[in-house]
């Protein structure tokens, strides 16, 4: 009891100089809290981003030459054919499946109800590729494309136009310009443009229109874990297109390629910088406050060295004045570090749910809301703690070291 009572006397003695160096434990370990959620939530709203839709996806886009190769003048348009399907199919590694895209616009109309619309002929793949989310029924199979069946997969914004509330889509069938398609799912939309997203067999849209000639392929990659890996491909697959199409390997305007999983690995590098910049500042806030503790922990010895003094020459052993010095130390840091933590979570807490209800309602938002991991919060605050008590242990160990008469003396 004498040894907690004179410790509790030695802090309520210098109430303001406690509390300013608790103060400054706490606002560390808060700043570091806040920061930590504030990085997650934007790394997590990023991912999320990334998370509708595969990352191992390539594009490739149909584009103009600039250079002259091989008798072919400039400004040649090159696009794409199933013979590009089936070099990607056959002949190009690490490709697993393909997915060319073609369009048609036109009004579709069910009973007295019309809209325009912006179809899209897909394979059955596209639907991981783009990770479209199926509302009610199904997406388009391999059959259906096989057999160049009438089916289309209609948006939510178009089955809201054409169908009255009540009426179940699945199983009716909507006409596009004369031809009459079954409907066969109604998916969310994926992409916020005037035409949504619907879509028909490939093979489908293909014969309709006679469409032999495509601006634009997806596919899905394999075994590419790396940037290198990725700008290695990208080389590889512009030559084999250039051999293709007789165009300059080195012409980047002939074909654009462009790699979702490189955007993602890019995305990633930039966020984990961020990451450790976060962590660069909040450490370096916490190093404040155990300097802060340490000051103040060697003003306090220094003034209490004549009372040091006073008990070693009673009979005051050294390891009892020491462990009192450092308890004191171990008080403070605690205490006030998981003030600063409870507040901090409480801060990120709030203001991830400001955030959530601002973003509710909204089309496009990155969900960026904080979060925190427990464990660093704890090893964090444990670490400073730790820091705090060695911050007081020093100067005491340096005090309990003088001499009684030495010490009794001391101005």
């Not at 199979?141 to 089916?151: G, H, T, Y």
């Not at 849209?205 to 000639?213: A, F, M, V, Y």
Request: aromatic share 10%; with cysteine.
């Amino acid at each position: 009891m004498d040894f907690w009572q004179e410790i509790f006397m030695a802090l309520s003695r210098n109430k303001l100089r406690t509390f300013l160096t608790g103060f400054a434990i706490s606002w560390g370990i808060f700043i570091l809290i806040v920061l930590l959620a504030a990085g997650n939530g934007i790394m997590n709203g990023v991912s999320e981003q990334f998370s509708d839709k595969s990352t191992n996806v390539y594009m490739i886009y149909s584009g103009e030459t600039s250079k002259p190769f091989k008798g072919h003048g400039t400004n040649r348009s090159i696009m794409f054919t199933d013979k590009d399907i089936r070099l990607l199919e056959t002949e190009v590694r690490n490709i697993d499946q393909v997915s060319p895209r073609i369009y048609f616009n036109g009004f579709a109309t069910f009973n007295d109800k019309s809209s325009r619309v912006f179809m899209s002929g897909v394979r059955p793949v596209f639907k991981d590729i783009n990770n479209v989310k199926m509302m009610e029924g199904r997406f388009i199979n391999e059959l259906d494309d096989k057999n160049r069946e009438k089916v289309i997969v209609i948006d939510e914004s178009l089955r809201d136009k054409l169908f009255d509330e009540g009426t179940f889509p699945l199983g009716q069938f909507i006409f596009i310009s004369g031809i009459a398609y079954k409907v066969i799912g109604v998916c969310e939309n994926l992409e916020y443009s005037s035409g949504g997203n619907d879509y028909v067999p490939f093979s489908t849209l293909k014969n309709i229109t006679r469409q032999s000639k495509y601006w634009m392929l997806n596919f899905i990659v394999t075994g590419l874990e790396t940037k290198e890996d990725n700008e290695a491909f990208t080389e590889y697959l512009r030559t084999k297109l250039a051999h293709l199409h007789e165009f300059d390997p080195d012409d980047t305007s002939a074909v654009y390629i462009r790699s979702r999983q490189e955007e993602y690995l890019q995305t990633m590098k930039i966020f984990n910088t961020i990451q450790l910049f976060i962590w660069i500042i909040g450490f370096a806030m916490l190093i404040s406050g155990i300097v802060g503790v340490s000051n103040i922990m060697r003003i306090t010895v220094k003034e209490r060295t004549n009372e040091i003094g006073i008990r070693k020459a009673l009979g005051a052993k050294s390891r009892s004045i020491l462990a009192s010095i450092v308890t004191e130390s171990l008080i403070i840091t605690t205490i006030f570090g998981y003030i600063g933590m409870w507040l901090g979570m409480i801060a990120a807490e709030v203001g991830g749910n400001i955030l959530a209800k601002v973003q509710e309602g909204k089309e496009i938002s990155l969900n960026i809301v904080p979060s925190i991991d427990i464990r660093i919060v704890l090893m964090a605050t444990a670490l400073l703690i730790v820091c705090g008590v060695l911050a007081g242990f020093f100067p005491a160990r340096n005090a309990v070291k003088i001499k009684p008469i030495e010490a009794m003396n001391y101005r």
